[in-house]
């Protein structure tokens, strides 16, 4: 698709455009409709203008699914690509039936791909992501624990250099983030730093997501501080949360966040 190649929404609506139109020509009993029901929700979904965007794509992913059975090689991608399509519409709706299903078609994406798959890693982050919702709406601390856990198998899996490295070291460093607050263990926040340090480093200016790894190392360090009194922590959380505000090429909303830290700080 070129639009991840250049982000032009006007590619983006016009891939969709083609592939309803594709799908359109062929029936139930297809051999080309998996494959464009399957392409048709991966569109829907990095549009996502609002909820129609997401239960088409949803809606697309089942029938895609439907028509693959078991023991098909695209089985566990379409499984995969729809437990993340619920855990997205549960941040939507906050109805537990999506986030319960999530996970479970998420662990039985990675339950098809074992160790040595070139795809366990992605599966790994989907479910951890999953199992993060479920924990921000239940508070149940294994929740936690699991998505660190998943996230932690996803990094060691991740080559260096790999695009997707430094999503895993993000989600990875909030999860730990996160647990510091139950266990004060100041160990879980270092380790938090570290990875988000590295994720920064991932995401050099011009980064779409570079004002994000700015506010939340910022965040990490602030935390840090308020232990350790250490000005050298001080001083940086207000620098990397000023930074975040104003790097242009982050979307706004990111951008307001690290301005709202910068401010608390």
Not at 113 to 125: E, F, H, K, N
Not at 132 to 139: I, S, V
Request: hydrophobic share 35%; net charge neutral.
């Amino acid at each position: 698709m070129r639009f991840e190649q250049n982000r032009d929404r006007g590619d983006l609506n016009q891939s969709i455009k083609n592939d309803q139109e594709a799908l359109d020509l062929r029936p139930d009993g297809h051999p080309d409709r998996p494959t464009l029901l399957f392409n048709l929700a991966a569109g829907l979904l990095a549009r996502f203008e609002d909820r129609s965007d997401l239960d088409q794509s949803i809606e697309c992913n089942r029938e895609a699914l439907n028509l693959r059975p078991e023991g098909h090689l695209s089985r566990s991608t379409l499984l995969s690509n729809l437990a993340g399509s619920l855990q997205m519409h549960f941040k939507q709706t906050g109805d537990r039936c999506d986030v319960d299903q999530s996970i479970k078609i998420g662990q039985e994406a990675l339950d098809l791909r074992p160790s040595g798959q070139t795809d366990r890693p992605a599966s790994l982050t989907n479910l951890a992501i999953c199992l993060w919702a479920q924990f921000e709406q239940t508070k149940d601390w294994s929740d936690l624990d699991k998505s660190i856990k998943h996230d932690k198998e996803a990094l060691d899996l991740w080559p260096v250099g790999h695009k997707s490295r430094s999503t895993s070291l993000s989600n990875l460093a909030g999860s730990l983030r996160m647990r510091f607050r139950w266990t004060s263990d100041i160990s879980d926040l270092d380790l938090s730093i570290k990875y988000d340090r590295e994720a920064l480093s991932l995401r050099p200016k011009g980064h779409p997501d570079r004002s994000a790894s700015l506010s939340t190392l910022g965040m990490g360090l602030h935390m840090r501080f308020k232990q350790t009194e250490s000005k050298s922590d001080l001083v940086s959380s207000l620098c990397l949360a000023q930074a975040g505000a104003v790097h242009e090429s982050s979307p706004v909303a990111n951008r307001l966040r690290a301005a709202l830290q910068w401010i608390k700080i």
